[in-house]
């Protein structure tokens, strides 16, 4: 007695769903002896045989249909695979070359070191959250000397927007060393990589909805400028702690000067570093002479800010 033998189900990943596995007339026709369990993880891995092809249309395939060996061939055509041991999915003389799936609105693009990443869009977009926040996602990048206050401004700043229902983040630049950056030193190269992290970061958060609060030094002009360039014009609201140098010392809550000055600490802003001032940013809040506002009043000249340019209502 002779035992049927059941079909094998459909494959299950992305574009490959609706493809029958194991042996089928389809791949004899393609000049396969049989197609196999196909992953986009094990063609990932062989991607140095893959040469993405674009195509005029793309292919629409019913739910639970039969691909025959003319829809294959519209998505795949054979080459002549070369030897890679991570070809080891693909039985034959020949492997699948992508299609392009741009017209289906997934695009291929490499960006840095990052090879072949699509960008997922949601249907749920900046807008709709800042609706629902009732508030402008934004970032309020706080800049100045070791010792300016930016941590306490930040702190106060929070504590103010939360008081009016607002909902922010503060990114500080000790904490952060903590954990996300953590590998960083505090050489140039090193710095700027730190306040490109961060800006990434605060990017995330503004495109959230939450207005984002970052304390850092950032003494760099083109490490702030390249944040800003990050972000959509009017996310990016610079503000500068303008306190002197000498009343920053005389300060010294970590006593980071004092080290600094005996040599403990080498390459320390404003010691033996240079701190460059924003040149053009939205708020400078300055202490003139022994004049010194408070923390409080000093969050609240920026929180002015936002309420006169719409920040704090949808």
Not at 30 to 48: D, E, M, N, Q, Y
């Amino acid at each position: 007695m002779t035992t049927a033998k059941a079909p094998r189900p459909p494959c299950r990943s992305g574009v490959f769903r609706n493809i029958v596995c194991g042996p089928s007339p389809a791949a004899e026709t393609l000049g396969f002896p049989r197609l196999r369990g196909i992953s986009v993880a094990g063609l990932h891995r062989s991607r140095r045989n893959l040469v993405l092809r674009a195509r005029s249309k793309p292919i629409k395939v019913k739910e639970n249909a039969t691909v025959s060996a003319s829809l294959i061939d519209d998505w795949f055509k054979p080459i002549t695979a070369k030897e890679d041991s991570d070809a080891g999915a693909f039985s034959g003389s020949a492997i699948f070359v992508f299609s392009s799936l741009s017209r289906s609105g997934i695009n291929m693009s490499n960006v840095a070191n990052s090879t072949n990443i699509m960008w997922h869009d949601c249907p749920i977009q900046k807008q709709d959250r800042q609706q629902l926040l009732q508030q402008k996602g934004c970032v309020i990048w706080l800049t100045g000397l070791s010792g300016s206050g930016k941590s306490t401004i930040a702190c106060a700043l929070s504590r103010s927007l939360h008081s009016k229902g607002k909902l922010s983040y503060i990114l500080d630049g000790d904490n952060i060393r903590h954990g996300l950056n953590q590998d960083l030193s505090f050489r140039a190269e090193d710095r700027s990589e730190n306040i490109r992290r961060i800006g990434e970061v605060a990017k995330l958060f503004a495109d959230a909805g939450v207005i984002c609060i970052t304390s850092l030094i950032s003494p760099y002009q083109k490490d702030r400028d390249a944040c800003r360039a990050l972000m959509p014009k009017g996310d990016f609201i610079e503000v500068f702690i303008d306190v002197p140098l000498h009343v920053c010392e005389a300060r010294d809550p970590k006593g980071l000067y004092k080290l600094a000055r005996a040599g403990k600490i080498k390459g320390f802003t404003g010691i033996d570093d240079p701190y460059e001032p924003p040149s053009s940013c939205e708020i400078v809040l300055q202490q003139k002479g022994s004049n010194c506002k408070s923390p409080s009043d000093m969050a609240e000249e920026v929180i002015s800010y936002l309420e006169e340019n719409g920040y704090l209502r949808a």
